[in-house]
């Protein structure tokens, strides 16, 4: 029995059940309990959320999440092999945990859960990326989500929080920045997880603003920031050629030196470039 929930060690569960990790899943266990329950923890105060869980596997997290109080887990796993595992955590927390089959790229869950609703993950990092690059490009602001808790590649965690000047800075601190905040709560090293990945691993935590940190349209400033740092050793003036024939003179106007790279322009600076050239008359 373990202390925080009164069911089994998650080794027995794994065995029990022959969880043997796939490498095809990018399965890599989280085991210990105290573990998950800080991850949980770091998600904030679950007891008013619906928690959205994608990649639950064994249970790991999912336990962590029920015994920290969340009001209810809906948990979406794609391997089949999981679910008789989490049905005995939902015979333990009576109403709380819904699990669906299915890959979470392609389910809408929002038929499930009730707002506030948080997300947490410790998922493959292919995955957690293009779902974290989704989750924060929805049509409309603030999102359906109040928060993310999400397990990364810790270099993709260092990009997703750096600031200008700094090497991990690109397109997904920005897309980040502009409407969350951003922060690594938590680094793992490889040996907590089973099996061990090659690489260090890093919880980021992001809560949505209200509104964006300063104006813009979303499609106009994901064109120039993908534009500025897909040639990120470029001038200013010289990548972003393609975006408007009279770049140079608003990256004027909106107080950037065209000579400048994608590397050393802040928030407010490529919000007003985009601003800019959503005006500019063609
Ligand atoms: N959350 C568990 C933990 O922390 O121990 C498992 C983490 S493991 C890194 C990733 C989990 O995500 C696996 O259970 C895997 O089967 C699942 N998974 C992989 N791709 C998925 C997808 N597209 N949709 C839903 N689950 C997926």
């Not at 059940?17 to 105060?45: E, M, P, S, V, Y």
């Not at 890959?103 to 993950?121: G, K, M």
């Amino acid at each position: 029995m373990s202390a925080i929930d009164g069911l089994p060690p998650l080794r027995d569960v794994i065995a029990r059940h022959d969880l043997r990790a796939k490498k095809q899943l990018g399965q890599n266990f989280l085991l210990d309990l105290n573990l998950t329950a800080k991850i949980a923890r770091a998600a904030g105060d679950l007891s008013g959320s619906d928690v959205i869980e994608v990649g639950p596997g064994p249970g790991g997290l999912t336990r962590g999440l029920l015994a920290e109080g969340a009001r209810k887990v809906l948990a979406i796993e794609k391997d089949a092999r999981a679910l008789p595992a989490l049905a005995e955590i939902a015979a333990a927390y009576p109403g709380r945990l819904e699990v669906i089959e299915g890959d979470a790229l392609e389910i809408d869950p929002l038929a499930h859960v009730q707002a506030p609703i948080r997300i947490v993950a410790n998922l493959p990092y292919n995955v957690g990326t293009e779902l974290l690059i989704r989750w924060l490009t929805p049509k409309d602001w603030p999102p359906f989500w109040q928060s993310l808790t999400l397990m990364f590649q810790k270099e993709v965690a260092e990009r997703i929080v750096a600031l200008p000047g700094s090497k991990a800075y690109g397109r997904l601190a920005v897309l980040a920045q502009w409407r969350a905040d951003a922060k690594i709560v938590m680094t793992l090293p490889p040996e907590a997880f089973v099996p061990a990945p090659k690489i260090h691993s890093a919880v980021v935590h992001l809560t949505a603003l209200d509104a964006p940190r300063y104006p813009a349209d979303a499609k106009v400033l994901s064109r120039v920031v993908a534009a500025g740092f897909n040639q990120r050793r470029k001038m200013l003036r010289a990548s972003l050629k393609g975006i408007h024939p009279e770049i140079e003179r608003l990256l004027e106007e909106a107080g950037i030196a065209p000579t400048s790279r994608a590397e050393e322009i802040g928030l407010e600076q490529f919000c007003a470039l985009a601003r800019a050239v959503a005006e500019a008359p063609r």
